[in-house]
């Protein structure tokens, strides 16, 4: 398990990433930063628009700002407050959720992808983004995030559970980017 989280995994991020510096234009940077921005944020409207299967589409406006932070940690920021801009026009509920949560998360992983090498940094940047954001938007914007059953009162236990959950949901995501990254780059060079 210890080699399991001290590996390094982001070879395909790197490459994929220099792909896009090696290829890059003005124009086609905009192009991508505003595919994946619309791309994220009708993910991310899912949850409003299509109750029920909608909240299980959501998380996945997490990929597009993971892509986008890989592309350039400018390009991903870009993407990042894109998106903002478009749910304020699709979906305003949702933006209590995508900037602390699933945008957040995209883009701290995608830039960890770049700037950190093993599993474990990019489960702990991940998850540390995570839990900020989600202690942000329940404790001070006081918020129900997750829902009637955690209090918007700090307790310690339930502190400790959604860093727990934050952990696990950041290594999903750690192994979804590798995933992705890695089918990604085989797509560029071939």
Not at 30 to 49: T, Y
Not at 96 to 111: D, K
């Amino acid at each position: 398990m210890t080699m399991f989280l001290f590996k390094a995994v982001t070879q395909d991020a790197r490459a994929v990433h220099g792909h896009f510096q090696r290829a890059n234009t003005n124009a086609r940077e905009i192009i991508h930063i505003a595919f994946l921005g619309a791309l994220a944020a009708v993910l991310q409207s899912a949850g409003g628009l299509l109750p029920g299967i909608g909240y299980i589409i959501s998380p996945l406006a997490t990929a597009p700002m993971l892509m986008a932070a890989v592309y350039s940690i400018r390009s991903g920021i870009t993407a990042y407050f894109l998106t903002i801009i478009l749910l304020l026009v699709l979906q305003p509920s949702e933006l209590a959720v995508f900037p602390f949560t699933t945008g957040l998360l995209g883009l701290v992983l995608g830039a960890a992808f770049i700037k950190l090498e093993k599993r474990i940094g990019l489960i702990l940047a991940a998850s540390a983004s995570l839990f900020a954001g989600i202690a942000a938007v329940l404790y001070g914007l006081r918020f129900p995030l997750l829902g009637p059953s955690v209090s918007t009162s700090i307790k310690f236990t339930a502190l400790v559970y959604i860093y727990l959950f934050c952990f696990v949901y950041a290594f999903i995501w750690v192994e979804l980017g590798i995933v992705i990254l890695r089918k990604f780059r085989r797509m560029l060079s071939g």
